[in-house]
């Protein structure tokens, strides 16, 4: 059998080689320019939580030059977008809305619609930093009407989250509850957007009694949860439910898993609807007790706050990152393996039909190779709840991004004005243990709400990172806490001489460290404050020997 025949067929088909070459060069070349920026863009991220300026700006002086080059204008204004951010939340508030003036000029010049956006929405961050709340709830209103007017198709869920949370401070619920609705009619509202929006009705609807509602809201966190796996149904939610649901037995199971406060005011509730009013005048006053020795703010830290959202989308990109470099070498297999096919397939159709079969066949199987408050009641009852218990269950899901989070949120909300609750993670969001969620958020509570009883001034830093078949937190603060010359006694504490009541924070940690097979820690090497460690199996024993 001679070449002759297929060669001559070969070149009658070259342009289509010839074409099917460049599509494979022209597709690496964009795949390898996508992957920089993206790799400059998570650098960014995570330099923006730095002291290191030079380090930041260098990095996204490159971003900027490189979205120039290849035209992406979103990222080039994301970028000097963060750089005025990050100049406001060093408390250079002038060098960053000198910065915001220069976006907004370079926006006009370039007839930029989305870096006029940037420069209103970076405008409003700098305000909010300042702590210029009137100001800055004024620029994210006109953000959000930019974005409606010229992207209607686009949600304006990142500036309505921020009005949410300037309603929080300023205690309107009336304006928390429209923004709120506003974020659920958003044109492609993001999940995390949507989850928070509806918690925050789920609420106002709890206190307004409104049954209807509240049902209604609560199934809508259901369907977003089953859909979405965001976790907005929180153990106060379930009990809000069963309480307007008048599931009073299950109201009050429920209610023993709360904190302190939380518990104290939701059994009082329960029972002055079971009318029992003596036992509804015991647990309020309890309730009024524990609240009244902790000090709580009405705003979160809005350093904190830029800084998680920003961790979250370093998080994203970095997984995106991960993904398309497992996947890089698949990607230019398929499309080697296409080019080879071409020729096979030319091959084939000179060969015969037979041949066509075999090879079709050959090339589908190719293709198919292709997530300072005080308990010293509530305390002894959870000390000693925890130290009766033998073992108890480690096969349910945890997600450690998601509920520590949501950890964060809730103490920065107890903390003194002065203190920053800041999350930081080098897990994937998708990561999941196997372990008793409940027991572990209780056991990081503790540890948080120790550090925030200890910290007047500086940050509160909750960290988690993977350690071989563990997964470690820690939660680090700028206090003297138990470090220097400050010793523990029991359930008391020595500072300048004064003796003072610190809680069995620590005696429960051990506890419930215990049950989780864990092991903690003061971590007395540190020397920026006080820090204290937690590892804990993503695996218990019995999972982890059946694996």
């Known amino acids: ?35 920089e920026m993206m790799k400059l863009e998570a650098e960014m991220l995570k330099h923006i939580q730095s002291k290191d300026r030079d380090t ?4 996204t002086e490159k971003l900027k030059e490189a979205c120039r080059e290849h ?31 220069d976006i907004k000029d370079h926006a006009l010049k370039e007839e930029s619609v989305y870096g ?37 198709n686009e949600s304006a869920g990142e500036d309505l989250q921020e009005l949410m949370r300037i309603a929080n401070h300023r205690k309107d619920p009336k304006a928390g509850e429209l923004y709120a609705r506003q974020m659920l009619n958003e044109p492609n509202v993001a999940p995390i957007h949507k989850g928070r929006a509806l918690y925050r009705l789920s609420q106002m609807a709890f206190k307004k009694n409104d049954v209807e509602e509240f049902n209604r809201i609560y199934q ?59 036992n509804a005048f015991k647990f309020m006053q309890q309730y009024k007790q524990i609240s009244d020795s902790i000090i709580l703010v009405s705003h ?20 995106a990152l991960l993904e398309r470099e497992n996947n890089r070498l698949l990607n230019y297999l398929f499309l080697a393996v296409a080019f080879v096919l071409l020729l096979l397939l030319l091959f084939v159709a000179w060969r015969g039909r037979r041949t066509v079969r075999i090879l079709r066949r050959d090339n589908k199987a190719l293709i198919y190779e292709k997530s300072d408050s005080e308990q010293a009641l509530s305390d002894l009852n959870e000390l000693s709840y925890y130290e009766s218990k033998a073992e108890m269950e480690l096969d349910q899901p945890f997600i450690p991004n998601v509920a520590c989070d949501e ?16 999350f930081q993670t080098e897990l994937e969001d998708s990561l999941e243990m196997k372990t008793n969620p409940d027991a572990l958020k209780q056991l990081l509570a503790h540890l948080l709400n120790y550090s925030a009883r200890f910290t007047e001034k500086g940050t509160i830093t909750l960290h988690c990172a993977e350690n071989g078949d563990n997964i470690l937190f820690s939660v680090a603060d700028t206090s003297a806490g138990i470090g220097g010359k400050q010793t523990v006694i029991g359930m008391f504490s020595e500072q ?52």
């Open 1 to 35: 059998m001679t070449s002759e025949p297929f060669m001559n067929f070969i070149k009658r088909h070259l342009k289509l080689l010839v074409l099917l070459g460049l599509m494979l060069c022209t597709a690496s070349l964009r795949a390898a320019t996508e992957e």
């Open 56 to 59: 930041f700006f260098s990095v």
């Open 71 to 101: 035209g992406n204008e979103r990222l080039f204004y994301r970028a000097w977008m963060n750089q005025a951010i990050y100049e406001a939340t060093q408390q250079k508030y002038e060098k960053a809305l000198l910065m915001v003036r």
């Open 116 to 152: 006029q956006y940037a420069a209103i929405h970076a405008e409003a961050m700098v305000l909010l930093q300042k702590q210029d709340y009137q100001e800055a709830e004024i620029t994210f209103v006109k953000a959000v009407e930019f974005m409606h007017r010229h992207f209607p």
């Open 220 to 278: 809508e966190m259901m369907i977003l949860k089953q859909s979405d796996g965001i976790a907005t149904l929180k153990p106060l939610v379930e009990v809000n439910h069963c309480i307007m649901n008048r599931d009073f037995e299950q109201a009050l199971r429920l209610a023993g898993e709360l904190d302190p406060v939380d518990c104290a005011e939701r059994k009082a509730i329960i029972y002055h609807r079971m009318g029992d009013d003596a």
């Open 300 to 319: 979160g830290n809005v350093v904190a706050s830029c800084y998680v959202q920003m961790n979250n989308e370093r998080l994203q990109l970095e997984q």
């Open 407 to 422: 950890l964060t949120d809730d103490t920065q909300a107890r903390c003194r004005r002065t203190v920053a609750v800041v």
């Open 496 to 547: 300048n001489n004064r003796i003072r009541y610190v809680g069995m924070n620590f005696n429960i940690c051990q506890s419930i460290t215990r049950l989780l097979h864990g092991r903690i820690w003061h971590d007395t090497e540190y020397k920026g404050g006080t820090r204290f460690c937690v590892e804990i199996p993503k695996l218990p024993p019995q999972l982890s020997k059946s694996a």
